[in-house]
């Protein structure tokens, strides 16, 4: 597999609309069988050798340990319990519909009870229609859906990279089912009251002050895949800052803007981890010094924060 293989939004369409909702479905156990944590942290998903996991949860919810899993390599979603007990059923020739019976059932058969507070899509235009009705997202290609793995895998491990370059409070890199994104956040210290008019999600999201990092495979608002960045609240200078590299742009997105720059346009790189680092690097100095931030106290150079370690060859 390619370095940043082609993933046009429109070879993948069906899969990707169909795969959204199925982690969508998976998702809401995950956010009924874990702890909540700080910002949503319980809720996304993590990368593994074969594809994505819930991680392990239960016990608060009276339910044993399990863990849920997409396998990208044979294609097939895995309920595990801690005992060893698993059940699996094929991701393709599925509904939504189909899949999320499916899903109930190996759940079931494991002696777990799940509960999806609203089984219906959360912020698609189908958002009003539960996931037992939906029979027309149906499109599961074993090839996109093996590349879509391979591609977040390779962000992920650039994310990894550059998370490791800042001492701070910051998330995880994980993979939100919202909006199919992989994401690194980083905090500063000052607390934010967002609008009154702001949702629940979005207010403990953004209780502090961050500027994230991630990638998205494209959606209506835009049509193509692309690693991002955004500082929030956003400062009134921000998109004057310079980004590397030269095919970086600032856009306008829904209030604000973002720092974007292509896949298609790292991938003509020649070097094209180097360009989504330095890009990310860009993005937050861009963010710190209009916000404010102390950069240089939060630096962590090779993810070393001992200055004698940081000195020592290696």
Known sequence: MELFPSMPLAE????????????????????????????????????????ITTRPMGQIDGNPIFTIDFDFVDHQL?????????????????????????????????????????????????????????????????????????????????????????????????????????????????????????????????????????????DAAFAEPAFYSYTAPEPAQLIEEPLKPASARWVAYRQGHLALLRYDDARAETDPRAAVLDFYESAYQAGARQAGWNAARFACPGGITDPRLSAAPR
């Not at 909702?21 to 702890?35: C, D, T």
């Not at 967002?194 to 949702?199: F, G, K």
């Open 12 to 51: 993948w369409q069906d899969t990707k609309e169909t795969l959204h909702r199925f982690v969508q479905v998976v998702g809401k156990i995950r956010l009924a069988s874990s702890p909540r944590s700080n910002h949503w942290w319980n809720v996304p998903f993590h990368l593994t050798g074969r594809g």
């Open 78 to 218: 895995v309920v595990a319990t801690s005992d060893g007990r698993a059940v699996s059923f094929p991701l393709f020739g599925q509904s939504v519909a189909s899949f999320y019976r499916n899903t109930l059932d190996a759940t079931a058969a494991l002696g777990l009870q799940v509960e999806i507070g609203l089984p219906r899509p959360f912020d698609l235009p189908d958002a009003a229609r539960p996931f037992a009705e939906d029979f027309e997202h149906a499109g599961y290609d074993p090839v996109l859906a093996n590349r879509y793995w391979q591609v977040l895998s390779q962000v992920a491990l650039v994310l990894e990279e550059f998370k490791a370059r800042f001492s701070g409070k910051s998330s995880p890199v994980h993979h939100f089912w919202h909006t199919m994104d992989i994401a690194h956040t980083r905090f500063s210290e000052r607390h934010v009251d967002p609008p009154p008019e702001a949702d629940s999600v979005t207010r403990e999201a953004y209780s502090r002050e961050v500027i994230s990092f991630g990638f998205w495979f494209g």
